[in-house]
Every structure is written in structure tokens, then in C-alpha cells.
């Protein structure tokens, strides 16, 4: 039986209200509520020294003077590379301080397995300890370092020496799974999130969360109330989300969109254009297009009333000109704990979540015209809703309790401790 395992990222919670990676965060807590004993390898930020999250020992790398250690949290490092080049030079230091740091403490606490979280580069930080120590390796994907290949065609090698290393590969989804199988043929276990409500971990928003663990109430009057939360980045495919309003009558629809990010600015221009425009389609139901609000960033509170006076939640996101897509879409699972029908495009890893006219309704990527077209059936149909929401909470019974996910991991541990 395991009894100690460490977990390597690239981000963690800093303090006790970060929003970092909620998911990771409740991961490690229903290990340790399992009873294995949870220490996290982690790169520092802004010199940031080892601590507790949790009852967590969180070891905190360093790598750079303490001005500069910003490669990681608050926005993905290959963003940051993008719009900072310069910051690509602490990759190495990155890399070898955190080996360092892995070995002394594989030395000294003995981990019965290292969890190693985005294998590009944290496979290499972790893969010396694993040979020196004996210390079976397990990688887990997300997606991101796999779409990195499209554009850095050198990390594709390194890839699959990595996982030619471990003895045992998770993938946070199917689309995850099928892009490890193209590199290497190995058996790869499907390990989902689980929801982070209910917790102080935080929504997709940014940096709030909501307390309650179910939302019953929506309204029955008024207009239909569609809800986007999330980033303000080009995956979420939020811009055709806005262009659907063209295909919905003001009088009976609103589109609320929470959050922010690097294209908010952008995205309340192309509202504001088709509000203004005469381009909305129009026809003896239409009266123009329906009203888009812009929310910004919310308290608890705030974002707990968004839910639960929404009639549905919508993913509209798309493969984004990088090659990056959703890996998962987690924030699609704590919608439908909340008691939202949902409408997201079939693209990445959403379709493990949403089961076509099971568990919701998937559209086409990019298709204003077929998001618009869901959201009227939604509105038309109360029954379809009522089948929607049965067969969503069956999907997170059956696929996205920690309960399970967590049982199915510390199977696997086992399995390659006894290799």
C-alpha cells in the first residue's frame, strides 16, 4: 500500500486563499483524506520559501534572483515566453535547481511514487531521483505540453523519452490520451478533475469562488440567461459567443459573460459593434440582437447569484491558432453540480464531460449560428432541460467524483509499487 507521495508542478497555491490550480489543490486533499501522506515539489515566486497549504508541505524551488522568478503562476509559462522572450533563458535554471531540489528530497523523506504534473519539463526535474532512488515515476498530462508540439517541434523527442521512463501515464481526458498514444503507444489511465466547490478553491473567474455545493432555483420568468465564465482568451472562443446574439431576440435573451483576461478589451468592442450594427439578423421574432453584459471579475456572492439566476452554461471554446484547446473543461463539471443545462462546442476534452443530448448539448466550434440554435431549444423545451440535468448529475456520479478518481489513482500507485 502507498503511503507517501510526491507531487511535482509547475504552480500551487502560494497562500490560503490563492487561486491557483484549485483542482491540483483538492486532488492533494482527497489523497491525503485517503490516507497517503502528500508532499509538493514547486517552483518558487518572487522568492517565495517553503510552507504549509492545507496540512500540505509545499518545497519551493528556486531559480532565479527573487525579481525574476515570475515564470510561473497568475498566467501559464508559455504565455509569459510568448509576450517576455527573454524569460525562456530561465528554463535551464529552472530545470536544475528543481532536479537538485528533487533529489535532496527524495533522499530524505523517500516517497513510495513521484506524481509528476505537466511532464514538459517536470519529467526531467523528477527522472533523476526516480533511477537513483528506485522510485516509480508516474506523468500526468493536461494537454497543454502536447500542443506545445506544433510549435516547438524539438519538445516532441523529450516527450517521448519521458514517457518511455515512467511506469505509469494519467491524461486529464480522452483528447489528452489520443495525443500521448501518438507519440507512444503505452496504456494511459484517464484521471479527470473532480469539482473544487463547496471549498475556498477558486472558480475559472480568476481569483473568487463560490461557498455552496448546489444551486436549485433558476428563474422562471424574465429572459433566458446564458452564462460564460472564464479567462477572456482566445480558447474559450468567446467572440462567437458574441456574434450569437445576433441570432437571439433581445426581448426574450442575455448573454452574461464573467471574468477578464488579455481580450476583454477587444471582446466589448465586437459587442458593442453588433448592438449597434445593422447586420442583426431580424425577422418577424426578432427585435435585435440580445443584450451582452460584461460582468468583470465577482465575489462570491456575485458569481453565486450569476449561477443561480442563469438558465444555462456555455463553453463556446475552440483549437485556438497555437493548436491549444480545453483539456478538460472542469469549470462545465461545477456548472452542471450547480444545477445548469449546458451548451459547449465538441472540440478537446469537453466531450468527456458533455455527452451530446445526454449530459448537454455540443455544438460546432466557431458556429455563432448552432450555439445560437441550442440555447432557443433550451429555452423552448423545459423537458429536454429536466432529461439534460438528470443525465449530467449521472455523468459526475458515474465519472467525476473525487471518491473515484482519487480510489483509481492509488490504484495505480500500487500497481507500479509492486513492479
Known amino acids: 500500500m502507498v503511503k507517501k507521495v510526491l507531487v511535482i508542478g509547475s504552480v500551487y497555491p502560494r497562500f490560503h486563499e490563492d487561486a491557483e490550480v484549485p483542482w491540483l489543490r483538492a486532488s492533494v486533499a482527497h489523497l491525503r483524506a485517503a490516507g497517503v501522506e502528500v508532499q509538493v515539489l514547486a517552483p518558487t515566486y518572487k522568492g517565495l520559501k517553503s510552507h504549509e497549504i492545507d496540512g500540505v508541505?509545499?518545497?519551493?524551488?528556486?531559480?532565479?534572483?527573487?525579481?525574476?522568478e515570475m515564470l510561473t503562476h497568475e498566467e501559464g509559462a508559455p504565455s509569459k515566453m510568448a509576450s517576455k522572450p527573454?524569460?525562456?533563458?530561465?528554463?535551464?535554471?529552472?530545470?536544475?535547481?528543481?532536479?537538485?531540489?528533487?533529489?535532496?528530497?527524495?533522499?530524505?523523506?523517500?516517497?513510495?511514487?513521484?506524481?509528476?504534473?505537466?511532464?514538459?519539463p517536470h519529467a526531467f526535474i523528477a527522472l533523476g531521483a526516480a533511477?537513483?532512488?528506485?522510485?516509480?515515476?508516474?506523468?500526468?498530462?493536461?494537454?497543454?505540453?502536447?500542443?506545445?508540439?506544433?510549435?516547438?517541434?524539438?519538445?516532441?523527442?523529450?516527450?517521448?523519452?519521458?514517457?518511455?521512463?515512467?511506469?505509469?501515464?494519467?491524461?486529464?481526458?480522452?483528447?489528452?490520451?489520443?495525443?500521448?498514444?501518438?507519440?507512444?503507444?503505452?496504456?494511459v489511465e484517464w484521471s479527470p478533475y473532480g469539482t473544487t466547490l463547496g471549498s475556498c478553491h477558486c472558480e475559472e473567474q480568476g481569483d473568487v469562488a463560490i461557498q455552496s455545493n448546489a444551486i436549485q432555483s433558476h428563474p422562471v420568468?424574465?429572459?433566458?440567461?446564458i452564462l460564460f465564465v472564464g479567462r477572456h482568451i482566445e480558447r474559450k472562443g468567446i467572440c462567437y459567443l458574441i456574434e450569437a446574439a445576433k441570432y437571439l431576440p433581445k426581448d426574450k435573451f442575455e448573454i452574461r459573460i464573467v471574468g477578464v483576461g488579455d481580450l476583454t478589451?477587444?471582446?466589448?468592442?465586437?459587442?458593442?459593434?453588433?448592438?449597434?450594427?445593422?447586420?442583426?439578423?431580424?425577422g418577424n421574432e426578432y427585435d435585435g440582437p440580445c443584450d451582452i453584459i460584461f460582468t468583470g471579475k465577482l465575489?462570491?456572492?456575485?458569481?453565486?447569484?450569476?449561477?443561480?439566476?442563469?438558465?444555462?452554461?456555455?463553453?463556446?471554446?475552440?483549437?485556438?491558432?497555437k493548436g491549444d484547446t480545453e483539456g478538460l473543461g472542469v469549470v462545465l463539471i461545477e456548472a452542471m453540480e450547480l444545477n445548469l443545462p449546458i451548451v459547449a462546442s465538441n472540440v478537446g476534452g469537453i466531450p468527456d464531460v458533455v455527452v451530446d443530448n445526454v449530459?448537454?448539448?455540443?455544438?460546432?466550434?466557431?458556429?455563432?449560428?448552432?450555439?445560437?440554435?441550442?440555447?432557443?431549444?433550451?429555452?423552448?423545451?423545459?423537458?429536454?432541460?429536466?432529461?439534460?440535468?438528470?443525465?449530467?448529475?449521472?455523468?459526475?456520479?458515474?465519472c467525476f467524483t473525487w471518491d473515484g478518481i482519487i480510489e483509481r489513482q492509488i490504484a495505480v500507485y500500487n500497481k507500479v509499487c509492486k513492479k
Request: hydrophobic share 45%; net charge positive; with cysteine.
Open 359 to 398: 449530459s448537454g448539448l455540443l455544438v460546432p466550434e466557431k458556429n455563432p449560428e448552432a450555439l445560437a440554435d441550442a440555447f432557443k431549444k433550451l429555452a423552448a423545451d423545459p423537458t429536454l432541460v429536466a432529461n439534460l440535468l438528470a443525465g449530467a448529475r449521472k455523468r459526475i456520479q458515474d
Open 299 to 321: 465575489s462570491p456572492a456575485e458569481l453565486e447569484n450569476e449561477y443561480r439566476t442563469a438558465n444555462v452554461f456555455t463553453l463556446p471554446a475552440i483549437v485556438d491558432s
Open 131 to 187: 533511477k537513483i532512488f528506485h522510485i516509480p515515476l508516474v506523468l500526468n498530462f493536461h494537454g497543454a505540453e502536447l500542443l506545445l508540439i506544433r510549435k516547438k517541434k524539438w519538445v516532441k523527442p523529450f516527450l517521448k523519452f519521458a514517457i518511455s521512463q515512467a511506469q505509469a501515464v494519467f491524461a486529464n481526458s480522452s483528447f489528452t490520451a489520443g495525443k500521448i498514444k501518438a507519440l507512444r503507444n503505452v496504456d
Open 57 to 68: 508541505k509545499v518545497n519551493r524551488f528556486r531559480y532565479a534572483p527573487k525579481d525574476w
Open 221 to 225: 420568468d424574465g429572459k433566458f440567461k
Open 86 to 120: 527573454w524569460l525562456q533563458l530561465l528554463a535551464i535554471p529552472y530545470v536544475i535547481n528543481g532536479f537538485i531540489q528533487c533529489l535532496r528530497l527524495c533522499r530524505k523523506w523517500k516517497p513510495d511514487v513521484i506524481h509528476a504534473h505537466w511532464p514538459f
Open 265 to 282: 478589451e477587444k471582446l466589448k468592442k465586437q459587442a458593442q459593434t453588433i448592438a449597434t450594427s445593422d447586420e442583426a439578423i431580424t
